[in-house]
């Protein structure tokens, strides 16, 4: 059956949301030399009688989307190991293993290495017919189920058949796994569990969760799929379109995602978080496998101590990247279907099945002068995207594992420092707050870290105007930045207002911004996606300029707090 040439299309099933489509057709190229260093830090525990560390030297990748070269691969202990052995593992990662037997009591590693990552977002044909016809003996391996990949679950398969059912096509297939995935995974990080039966039955996850699933749903119907392990620099890049400017940003650190096979196209990149049949060359890939079990040497220590220890040893880990050159030109254009979550794709032609739009949600209630006079506020109200990592030093973000017998690991994790610097004198940032009840509101909540600086600080409230800050309306009390604490992570500064001037805000959408004074480094935490409100409800401007043109990919933490009606 030959397919018929056609705009990409992504849709979405099984959803109540709203029928306002967020998948964008983009077009462009994107390319960067980034010069890659980790540096790992080990200071030894008490009783060590073995320490090794393992690293995967990352290869050189070609695919229709996206492509990496890969030179000046290095890497240092200090002091050098006492062995040092270099192996080929069944996936093809190189892996790189140091060991110490005579334990110092500090050791340093660094990793280093140039990558040349390009993306071209050009028109691609695909005839893959699905189910598919036949998969060679080497990619069976990627159909299987694993332990975070739990593809022979009945909810799994019940969901993927689903999906797919009366699709003609491979890629019509896995856009519409990708579509249900994007929409009905929230972004956690940590979440409790990282497998795939989790995230599905839970609705959350981080970017593990995504890739499991995703693995998971696509492997149950026969797709082969791999696991990526690499890393993400927090250099952002903007997406032209015709309302302005969308802004992608992740942040600089370890980043899990998915490679499909294609019987005409070969592997191709999926991030099931809101890139399809590409990545950014913001990505480095680095080692690939069957799930994030066994995607977990780059970075893995692994250590033996006598019992009866009281200590075990510290990592210390930094992960860097310079760009070198960097060129993006990149334009989308907002089409009228697909998941309602945001998704990029470049236009891949291939036969697909439209699928209607649920009806737009009912505009929010308005509430009549006389009933507004005789409204009770005595119901507590919080709201917000009020989950992120609290207090975390991300400088020691592992977790030891006790493999039994004295024998301990710390495998690579992937809780990123995602945050914007909101006090620079340049741009403004504001938040969306959408309110389905009147409330009375007592404080604003935002999940801050001080770096230093001095000045004031508070947060003003602006009317909602055509999906941007409009009007302000209201402002909190001041906070002194030598009353916020500067130790590491992030932790909630409340802004109150005060007792006599306390809004009432009617249902419907308003805006919050910081504002300050003085000299502040702020950092505010955000989380990726649109975990709580709509996926342009995160919104920058230079200060200068009057219209709030620019939209983030993500959604910063925060809370409002105070009382709402019955």
């Known amino acids: 059956?030959?397919?018929?040439?056609?705009?990409?299309?992504?849709?979405?099933?099984?959803?109540?949301?709203?029928?306002?489509?967020?998948?964008?057709?983009?077009?462009?190229?994107?390319?960067?030399?980034?010069?890659?260093?980790?540096?790992?830090?080990?200071?030894?525990?008490?009783?060590?009688?073995?320490?090794?560390?393992?690293?995967?030297?990352?290869?050189?990748?070609?695919?229709?989307?996206?492509?990496?070269?890969?030179?000046?691969?290095?890497?240092?202990?200090?002091?050098?190991?006492?062995?040092?052995?270099?192996?080929?593992?069944?996936?093809?990662?190189?892996?790189?293993?140091?060991?110490?037997?005579?334990?110092?009591?500090?050791?340093?590693?660094?990793?280093?290495?140039?990558?040349?990552?390009?993306?071209?977002?050009?028109?691609?044909?695909?005839?893959?017919?699905?189910?598919?016809?036949?998969?060679?003996?080497?990619?069976?391996?990627?159909?299987?189920?694993?332990e975070q990949v739990q593809t022979n679950d009945p909810a799994i398969r019940e969901l993927s058949l689903q999906l797919t059912k009366d699709v003609k096509t491979q890629f019509d297939a896995v856009q519409r796994v990708v579509s249900w995935v994007v929409d009905h995974v929230r972004y956690v990080n940590p979440p409790v569990q990282y497998d795939a039966l989790y995230s599905l039955q839970s609705g959350k996850g981080n970017c593990q969760n995504f890739s499991h699933l995703t693995a998971a749903l696509l492997r149950n119907v026969g797709v082969p799929v791999r696991i990526v392990n690499g890393v993400t620099m927090n250099q952002p890049f903007n997406v032209a379109w015709e309302k302005g400017t969308l802004t992608f940003k992740m942040g600089q650190g370890r980043h899990s995602w998915v490679e499909v096979w294609f019987p005409d196209l070969g592997w191709i990149p999926y991030d099931p978080q809101n890139m399809q049949f590409f990545i950014s060359n913001r990505f480095v890939r680095i080692e690939v496998g069957v799930d994030n079990n066994e995607t977990k040497n780059d970075g893995l220590v692994r250590w033996a101590q006598s019992a009866g220890a009281r200590t075990k040893p510290k990592l210390q880990e930094n992960i860097g990247g310079?760009?070198?050159?960097?060129?993006?030109?990149?334009?989308?254009?907002?089409?009228?279907?697909?998941?309602?979550?945001?998704?990029?794709?470049?236009?891949?032609?291939?036969?697909?099945?439209?699928?209607?739009?649920?009806?737009?949600?009912?505009?929010p209630i308005v509430i009549s002068a006389d009933k507004k006079k005789a409204l009770r506020y005595n119901v507590p109200f919080v709201y917000g995207n009020t989950e992120f990592p609290e207090n975390i030093d991300f400088a020691f973000p592992r977790v030891t594992k006790d493999k039994g017998k004295g024998a301990f690991?710390?495998?690579?994790?992937?809780?990123?420092?995602?945050?914007?610097?909101?006090?620079?004198?340049?741009?403004?940032?504001?938040?969306?707050?959408?309110?389905?009840?009147?409330?009375?509101?007592?404080?604003?909540?935002?999940?801050?870290?001080?770096?230093?600086?001095?000045?004031?600080?508070?947060?003003?409230?602006?009317?909602?105007?055509?999906?941007?800050?409009?009007?302000?309306?209201?402002?909190?009390?001041?906070?002194?930045?030598?009353?916020?604490?500067?130790?590491?992570?992030?932790?909630?500064?409340?802004?109150?207002?005060?007792?006599?001037?306390?809004?009432?805000?009617?249902?419907?959408?308003?805006?919050?911004?910081?504002?300050?004074?003085?000299?502040?480094?702020?950092?505010?935490?955000?989380?990726?996606?649109?975990p709580v409100g709509p996926v342009y409800g995160t919104r920058y401007k230079g200060v200068f300029a009057e219209d709030w043109s620019g939209a983030l990919n993500y959604e910063f933490n925060y809370k409002v707090v105070g009382m709402t009606v019955k």
Request: charged share 20%; proline share 7%.
């Open 409 to 530: 690991e710390m495998s690579r994790n992937f809780l990123v420092e995602t945050a914007e610097y909101v006090t620079t004198n340049a741009t403004q940032y504001a938040q969306v707050v959408e309110l389905a009840k009147p409330v009375t509101l007592h404080k604003v909540g935002l999940a801050l870290h001080k770096f230093g600086g001095e000045g004031w600080l508070w947060v003003d409230v602006f009317k909602d105007e055509g999906g941007k800050p409009g009007d302000p309306l209201f402002t909190t009390q001041m906070i002194n930045l030598d009353d916020i604490s500067g130790k590491p992570g992030y932790r909630w500064v409340d802004f109150i207002f005060a007792d006599k001037e306390k809004p009432v805000l009617m249902p419907g959408a308003y805006w919050i911004a910081l504002g300050f004074s003085g000299t502040p480094v702020m950092n505010w935490f955000y989380t990726y996606g649109k």
């Open 1 to 146: 059956m030959r397919s018929l040439k056609a705009i990409f299309v992504m849709m979405m099933l099984m959803t109540s949301g709203p029928a306002l489509a967020e998948n964008f057709t983009v077009k462009g190229d994107m390319a960067s030399t980034i010069h890659y260093e980790l540096q790992h830090q080990i200071t030894a525990g008490d009783s060590m009688r073995k320490l090794s560390l393992s690293f995967v030297a990352p290869e050189s990748f070609d695919s229709p989307t996206y492509k990496q070269q890969i030179t000046n691969f290095k890497v240092k202990f200090s002091p050098e190991a006492q062995e040092t052995t270099e192996a080929t593992d069944a996936r093809g990662n190189r892996i790189i293993q140091a060991s110490w037997t005579h334990v110092p009591g500090v050791v340093d590693a660094v990793i280093s290495f140039d990558a040349q990552t390009s993306t071209g977002l050009k028109a691609i044909d695909s005839e893959a017919l699905f189910p598919l016809v036949s998969v060679p003996d080497q990619m069976k391996v990627y159909l299987q189920a694993s």
């Open 322 to 363: 310079t760009f070198l050159s960097d060129s993006t030109k990149v334009s989308a254009t907002r089409q009228n279907y697909g998941p309602k979550n945001l998704l990029l794709g470049p236009n891949v032609r291939a036969q697909f099945k439209k699928i209607e739009m649920p009806p737009p949600p009912p505009p």
